[in-house]
């Protein structure tokens, strides 16, 4: 067999060239990754500047939007809402207000439940697209505590300070106690363990007065006041209530019983009661001498 | 010197630019064949120890043989031709490797090598031998005219001599007197050495080191108990034989006969009128030097120049073509004999002869050389390295395997040492005092 004459297997000077080029690393990485990168960004650019193209890009998305907003699937014909009192109910409603039906894809749940959150007895809220073409609003009252009174008038507060409703007279909420004074709302929580301490006294208690956004006075009927510490006041009101089981303090004709230094409680006596005491005090001093 | 002793120290730098990059070609250029491994080089750690031969500091990913064209007797002689075989040989290693090489170290077989025994001595500076001592004594060795048109290639420091203290390998750090040296210059012809030069940077690469392929062969072939205690390497390649003479480890002696395979294969061509191609095939595929009485029963088809093969088909025997073959690898092996002779290795401990190269594949080779040298003879395959495909394991290959272990633990030679700048001074005005008394 002969040998078979094969033509010639050397590389011409430019396609070695090319290929020693082919084989840097840099050039390499260059054409595989740079170079697509830079015609996507450009052409990306080309598209995303040119005006006649975001507006066809802004028209075309909109009558998307809009053919899938039209689907039944999404439409809402009826609101229900939960878990709120038959006023509250209407409230929230005359919230949500809108014209029914509506596609869901237009509603903003957040914004509505942020909506019926602001409503003051709202304490939480869900609102969600149910089935049925439905949107549910749960909602979750704010229970009143206390009565909280204003220089302008009576607002009803939940155990947080926040304020539920306004009613007009103490009397619609009988049951409820009443403070008052500038900064009561942020410590409803004490009162209220101060007045479930002074239940002994309940059918005397006209309510709680804060003063200077730090102490409570506690005020009964005949214009007694309980002057309560800063700190402890629970303490210092039990103490009030032994005296007053083993000695009938509260009885007497006191106008202050000050309990505000923890070391010894101060009475004042209205002026009857003072004007009687020093007759008294000055009767049994001449009988000493 | 100096212009040698720059250029050589440049393509040092070129090397360890090479090496710290980590990738770097093995080219070597031969008669027959162009080879062309790429070596990737781990990456150098520091706290790593130093370890000897570094074989598995390297790896070949890519390597690739081409039938070498425009190369005679080793040197290039049509430019052109030996360009595109080096493209396509570096352009298939590349390919292989995955990677573009851009420093290559390349081998030269041919250029007539010739080895001088230098002489230097100096007086030790402070007592202990540092660095610069030995540059100066380097430095101080008197180079032979060896002739204006020749390039010294190699200039191996062989043995130190400190006082009465012979055969050190690293004097430095040691305390003594007098330092001498036994220098080992090797030259070759300036023209074909420029020639590859050239051919390389026209393929857009740049050298990184140059070696005499018989060198690198030798590294490759000898283990190292053969280089300790002295062998020479017989290197038979396509257009030469490269003869290296190696003792404790160095090169003492390098030569080469421009005398090989393909003279063998010419032979043959014109003894049984065949074309050149045709006899290359019936020499590697049933060639042989030691003739049996079973040869003359072996028929080789030869097959013929012409379609009419019916008419025209020839048989020669085996023992006709060992008949070719022998005279030329007798004579070869004489010349060999020659070269040994002079360089004086019957001196040496031992008297090894290595014979490598793609000739020495011949069959009964061995025991030719063995009657012809007088001398233990063994045929020596290139050490085996990481990555080297199995094509690339033959002895064909040992230049080539040893100028990569020639890369990856080079060989100190004078140019690594600080030549003194008063040395290089006083050559350069004697060298102006001589041009003024040749021109004036």
Not at chain 1, 76 to 102: C, K, Q, T, W
Not at chain 2, 199 to 225: K, N
């Amino acid at each position: 067999m002969l040998p078979v004459r094969r033509p010639d297997p050397a590389p011409t000077r430019l396609k070695y060239r090319l290929e020693r080029l082919w084989l840097t690393p840099s050039f390499r990485r260059f054409i595989r990754t740079g170079l697509p990168l830079m015609l996507v960004t450009t052409a990306a650019l080309g598209l995303a500047t040119d005006v006649d193209v975001r507006h066809w890009v802004v028209a075309k998305s909109g009558e998307v939007r809009a053919a899938v907003a039209a689907r039944p699937e999404l439409t809402i014909s009826r609101i229900e809402i939960r878990g709120a009192s038959s006023d509250l109910a209407a409230r929230v409603a005359a919230v949500l207000a809108m014209e029914l039906p509506v596609s869901a894809l237009d509603l903003d749940l957040h914004d509505l439940r942020d909506q019926v959150v602001a409503l003051e007895p709202v304490l939480t809220a869900r609102v969600r697209v149910a089935e049925a073409n439905t949107l549910a609003v749960q909602v979750v009252e704010r229970v009143p505590v206390a009565i909280w009174r204003m220089p302008d008038g009576l607002s009803l507060v939940d155990g947080t300070g926040a304020r539920v409703d306004t009613i007009a007279a103490r009397a619609d909420r009988a049951d409820l106690p009443v403070m008052a004074g500038s900064g009561a709302e942020d410590a409803v929580e004490e009162g209220l363990a101060i007045l479930r301490i002074a239940k002994p006294l309940a059918q005397r208690v006209r309510g709680l007065v804060r003063i200077g956004e730090r102490r409570w006075d506690l005020v009964l009927d005949r214009d007694q006041v309980i002057q309560l510490p800063e700190d402890r006041p629970a303490a210092a009101l039990m103490r009030v209530l032994g005296l007053d089981d083993a000695k009938q303090l509260l009885e007497r004709d006191l106008v202050v019983v000050d309990l505000r230094d923890g070391a010894r409680p101060v009475v004042r006596l209205s002026a009857p009661a003072l004007d009687e005491f020093n007759a008294q005090k000055s009767a049994s001093d001449e009988e000493e001498t | 010197m100096s212009t040698l002793f720059e250029s050589q120290r440049a393509m040092r730098q070129r090397r360890e630019a090479a090496l710290r990059r980590g990738l770097v070609a093995i080219l070597d250029i031969g008669t027959t064949k162009i080879a062309c491994l790429v070596l990737q080089f781990a990456p150098e750690q520091a706290d790593a120890p130093k370890r000897g031969l570094t074989h598995g500091a390297f790896r070949v990913i890519g390597a690739a043989t081409t039938r070498s064209r425009g190369v005679r007797y080793g040197e290039i002689t049509a430019m052109d031709e030996t360009e595109r075989a080096i493209r396509t040989a570096v352009q298939a290693a590349q390919k292989m490797a995955g990677m573009r090489v851009d420093h290559v170290i390349a081998c030269i077989s041919g250029g007539a090598p010739r080895s001088y025994g230098l002489i230097g001595e100096v007086q030790v500076e402070n007592g202990e031998v540092a660095e610069a001592d030995i540059g100066h004594c380097l430095a101080s060795c008197d180079v032979p005219e060896y002739g204006d048109d020749r390039e010294a290639l190699h200039a191996l420091p062989v043995s130190f001599t400190l006082d009465h203290r012979t055969g050190l390998s690293d004097p430095r750090g040691q305390i003594g007197g007098k330092l001498a040296v036994d220098m080992h210059l090797l030259t070759v012809d300036g023209i074909p050495v420029q020639n590859l030069l050239h051919c390389i940077r026209r393929c857009d690469l740049e050298l990184a080191g140059l070696a005499v392929s018989s060198y690198a062969s030798a590294l490759s072939a000898l283990v190292e108990d053969e280089q300790e205690l002295g062998a020479a390497c017989v290197d038979i390649g396509g257009g030469t034989a490269g003869v290296s003479i190696f003792a404790k480890r160095q090169m003492i002696y390098a030569d080469a006969v421009p005398m090989g395979g393909q003279h063998v294969t010419s032979d043959i061509s014109q003894g049984l009128h065949i074309p050149m191609a045709t006899a290359e095939r019936i020499k590697t595929l049933h060639g042989g030097v030691m003739a049996t009485g079973l040869d003359d029963r072996d028929l080789i088809e030869i097959p013929s120049a012409y379609d009419e093969f019916e008419s025209d088909r020839r048989q020669i025997t085996r023992a006709e073509l060992i008949g070719v073959m022998r005279p030329r690898m007798e004579e070869i092996l004489e010349e060999v004999r020659a070269r040994l002779d002079a360089s004086g290795f019957e001196y040496l401990a031992g008297q090894r002869v290595v014979l490598t190269g793609g000739s020495a594949q011949i069959p009964g080779l061995e025991q030719l050389a063995q009657r012809m040298l007088g001398r233990q003879v063994r045929i020596g395959k290139p050490l085996r390295v990481q990555g080297l495909p199995q094509a690339a394991t033959g002895t064909g290959f040992a230049a080539a395997v040893g100028l990569a272990l020639l890369a990856s633990h080079p060989q100190d030679e004078c140019w690594d040492f600080e030549m003194p700048a008063d040395r290089l001074g006083h050559r350069r005005v004697s060298r102006a005092l001589r041009w003024f008394r040749q021109n004036w």
